[in-house]
């Protein structure tokens, strides 16, 4: 079996984000993919039990994926709620996925305070940017997956050598 890519539901067309809207990563390496078998879809908040739709959730206070997985901060939704611990669940779902289906690289969600690996949002839901990493990406990382955005998919390719 060629290397096994675990890739974030919403690129596969599911409808699963927090808006109840899917965001399908059109790219022939993808259908290429497909076709081959190597394709793991996960949304990790789904795995862990989250409604669709659902309230818009941030890491709070400028902090990343790592922060939330050392217990250093929290992910919080728009309404106030505090979902760190299904979030904490989701990253590890994802891993035991990974690891259980020999996923070796991860092609995921860019900006998702789960998935997001090249940027996530600052924890104002003021639609601003930052750099970092997602609890999901971060977890997947630190189990010694390679992790590429949605935006990454060429590296993806050039990495796998196709």
């Known amino acids: 079996m060629q290397n ?14 927090y808006d109840g ?39 709070g206070n400028g902090a990343t994926g790592e922060d939330v997985l050392a217990g250093k901060a929290d992910v919080v939704e728009l309404t106030g709620g505090d979902v760190t611990a299904q979030f904490l ?3 590890e779902n994802a891993v035991a996925l990974a ?6 690289y991860a092609l995921l969600i860019d900006g998702s305070p789960s998935c997001g690996s090249g940027f996530i949002y600052d924890g104002t839901f003021a639609g601003r940017r930052q750099a970092g990493n997602g609890v999901t990406a971060a977890a997947l990382k630190a ?3 390679d992790v590429f955005s949605d935006r990454e998919i060429e590296q993806l390719i050039d990495r796998l050598g196709q």
Do not use: D, F, Y
């Open 89 to 91: 669940l989701a990253a």
């Open 143 to 145: 189990a010694g997956v």
């Open 99 to 104: 690891r259980k289906t020999g996923c070796r």
């Open 21 to 59: 809207r899917a965001k399908p990563l059109l790219h022939p390496a993808i259908e290429r993919w497909q076709a081959e078998g190597r394709l793991v879809t996960i949304c990790p908040e789904m795995s862990a039990g989250m409604k669709v739709p659902r309230p818009p959730a941030e890491i």
């Open 4 to 17: 096994r890519i675990l890739v974030s539901a919403c690129l596969m067309g599911q409808p699963v984000r």
